[in-house]
């Protein structure tokens, strides 16, 4: 338990990141038998569980003096590290750089969001999702190249820190609390546990501790519906500069994750409005897409299970477009 939760004055919003609570939903499933408990990570300071990876990443490259006063912090985004890095970046003093690589209006939008907060944001339009079967964003795959444009300018610029998301393991490092919180949350009782996969990092770090405390568990990932890339537990995936990193390692590790499933824009969007107007959860697309594969398992299962999963940003980085982004 974090000794700073009981404050009643915090000496930094960043003492706010983390110790996010747990919510059972009453009215979205009620007609099952299992338990659904949700994860509130959009009450982190910028709205989003990438908060805890933002401030994880930078405080471990100041630990390791990979980054000093002065120094440019860049990174290729959909939007959710994107802002909590310019917010937590331009806290500690930082400038931050980051390549918005969402498609549509959306990226405008999380564009003006990071402008707000003091951030340079260079606007990378991947395809239009228009006409698209489904409208699900693969953050994995729409933001590489952004990541190429990070390794160019860190290797042209001195003073530029990438912090590659997708493949540092302080990324992971940061998750480890979050699980923690789950266990004790929910004293160990937890049958199955979802999460959307992005970079992977979440995932990773509450799977390796879950498997460890909680004899049992079902670790089920997601990925959108559009992606090109169908993951299997086990699988090789290659690793580069700009590509696999925690992924890859999570596909290669055969036991940690137990399923690998797709889930549509539309299934994420029907249930994110079910958990605004019925739980007052007022929580993003992937929330949707998570609370939705939690139902699946709800419907399938045998007896009373307790079913965990996150709450991953804020309804209010959607109000231009709905989609499923990871």
Known sequence: MNPEKNKKIYNSVLELIGNTPMVRLNSVGSELESEIL????????SGSLKDRIALEMIEQAEKAGKIKPGDT????????????????????????????TM???????????????????????PDDIEGLQDRSIAGSEVELPGRQLCLDDEKAHPGVWWARQFSNEDNVRAHYRTAQ????????????????????????????????ECPGVKIIGIQPASSKEHWTPGMDFPSTEIKGGIV???????ELIDELVMT?????????????????????????ANVHYALEEARRAQGKLTIVTLLNDHMDRYLTEEHYVT
């Open 248 to 254: 890859a390692r999570m596909l290669k590790q055969p």
């Open 181 to 212: 919180e789950i266990l004790d949350q929910t004293g160990g009782k937890i049958d199955i546990f979802i999460q959307s996969i992005g970079t992977g990092g979440s995932l990773v770090a509450i799977a390796e501790v879950l498997k460890k």
């Open 38 to 45: 949700v994860k509130l990570e959009y009450t982190n300071p």
């Open 264 to 288: 549509t824009d539309a299934e994420a969007r029907e249930i994110a409005h079910r958990l605004w107007k019925e739980e007052g959860l007022y929580c993003g697309i992937s929330s949707g």
């Open 103 to 125: 498609p549509g209006k959306a990226g405008g939008e999380k564009m003006r969001m990071m402008h707000n907060v003091g951030a340079e944001v260079r606007l990378i339009e």
């Open 73 to 100: 912090i860049i990174e290729s985004s959909t939007g959710n590290t994107g802002f909590a890095l310019s917010t937590i970046g331009i806290l500690k003093g930082y400038k931050v750089l980051i390549y918005e």
